[in-house]
């Protein structure tokens, strides 16, 4: 059995964006590649015909993957959730309280973490370090360089 994820609306569209363009655009390419690699003439010898054929395999896989993927997402309700704690899908402006330097993240599931975008992975140490903490509280944050004192100063949803 494949193991439930959750996604943002925005998050599941995108998958299944992906997914339509594999399945309308990518696999009558790679038909197309396998004809034309065929028609050469003699298949044991032919090393595009092989190549066309990985590339089929590997499609036909990420396509699979996708599909399930798919199937068992689940969708974040956030409606139902609390605003005055650090959750999923909550956008939180932290301060350095040693550099006073702020920072604001969202936080969102794993599969669409970005950072350039200010998105962190629920699964990252500073999103778990947050998880569950309200505005104004201090939470020190075990960080690959070192231990890194936060202070929450406000806590939105997009």
Known sequence: ???????TQAGLQKLKDELENLCVNERPKIAAAI?????????SENAEYDAAKEAQQLLEMKIVKLQLTIANARIIDESKMDTSKVLILSTVKIKNVKTKQMMSYTIVPEKEANLKAGKISITSPIA??????SVGEQVEIQVPAGKLLFEIVEITRE
């Open 1 to 7: 059995m494949a193991e439930v994820e959750y996604f």
């Open 35 to 43: 004809a034309e690699a065929r028609d050469k003439g003699d298949l």
């Open 128 to 133: 778990k370090g947050l998880l569950g903490k």
